[in-house]
Structure formats: C-alpha cells, structure tokens
C-alpha cells in the first residue's frame, strides 16, 4: 500500500480529492499521501465506517472536473458500498478503491494486542468487490500485485464512468510498522 500511495502521490494533480472512512486501511493514505491544497481529504473525525464512499460522491457532483478517489477497506465498503449505484445513476465518476483483507481490521488488532489469538468476529465472507461493481453498471477490477494498480488505475482515468479497483491484500499487512503475527506476538510477551 505505500508504494500505491507514493505512486499516487506523483500521479495525482494538486486539486485530487480524496475520501475515507474508518479503519486500519486508512493509515497508509493518512501518512504517505500529501495532500497539497485545502479541502482536498474528506474523512471522518469520529471513527465512522462507511463514510468514504457517500464523501466521494457528493464531492464528485460537487466538482465533477476534480479526480476523486474513494479509499475503502472491505468492512467499510459494506456498511455503504451500496451507494455506488447512486454513482451510477447520476454519473458520479469517482474511482472507488476497495483494499481486501477479509476482515474488519482495526477491530481485529485490538483482539490481538488486548486477548492474542482470541478472535471473535472479525473474519468476513466477501463478494467479489469488482463483479459488485460491474452488477451495478461500474467498471470493476482486482489488484493482486502492486505492479497491477498503475495500469487499473489508468485505465479507470481514461473511462467517463465511476469505477472500482479491488486491492487484494495480505491480512498480515495489517499497518505500516506492524504486521498482524507481530501485533500478537508482541501481545503475549507483556
């Protein structure tokens, strides 16, 4: 994810809009992206899930010229992922980014630094986020590699439709200093 969001950061014009909700995902945008003009990130300040995807929407109509990229993590994406048919309906042309780690993250590291090894929860059955999107009329694509992204990414800017990039993450790629194992790890030795 940090060399997605580097890349981004030499790809993106000054004026890209950026939204996201809550979640462990949202540390590699909030640290490694910079964001260069005002009003350009739309986040939540109280931990909402779910807020990126209805953010970038209203942005998008709001300033239809601007590139606008919603980041979701798959827990988050379910609580309002629905609302990319809204993007379709009313030609919202924003690029929706789903990072997949099949599970609700930020929740889980909590379990594992609190109780190691004790999940409850956590774990999710997800759609195919791309093959959603195409349901509801997006273009739709998985990522499973990073060299995968620039060409998706590219391909979503040349099309004037909204459109979706499902990221495929490794779940131990949990945040930027640690990974899950080590967050246990770490855990059971205090």
Not at 101 to 111: D, K, S
Not at 131 to 149: D, M, R, W
Request: charge should be negative.
């Amino acid at each position: 994810m940090a060399e997605i969001i580097e890349w981004l950061n030499l790809r993106l014009p000054d004026d890209a809009i950026l939204t996201n909700g809550a979640g462990n995902y949202a540390v590699w945008l909030q640290r490694f992206y910079q964001f260069r003009q005002y009003r350009t990130q739309l986040g939540p300040t109280n931990g909402s899930m779910g807020y990126g995807v209805p953010a970038a929407m209203a942005a998008k109509l709001t300033f239809p010229d601007k590139v606008v990229i919603s980041f979701s993590g798959d827990g988050c994406f379910l609580m309002n992922g629905q609302e990319i048919a809204t993007a379709a309906q009313h030609g919202a042309n924003v690029i929706f980014v789903v990072i997949n780690n099949g599970m609700y993250g930020t929740i889980r590291m909590h379990q594992e630094r609190n109780y190691p090894g004790r999940v409850s929860g956590t774990d999710l059955i997800n759609p195919d986020f791309a093959a959603l999107a195409q349901a509801y009329g997006l273009h739709g694509e998985v990522v499973k590699a990073t060299s995968e992204f620039e060409p998706a990414f590219e391909r979503c800017l040349e099309l004037s439709q909204p459109c979706l990039i499902e990221i495929r993450i490794d779940p131990e790629a949990l945040t930027p200093r640690m990974s899950l194992t080590q967050i246990r790890e770490q855990s059971r030795k205090m």
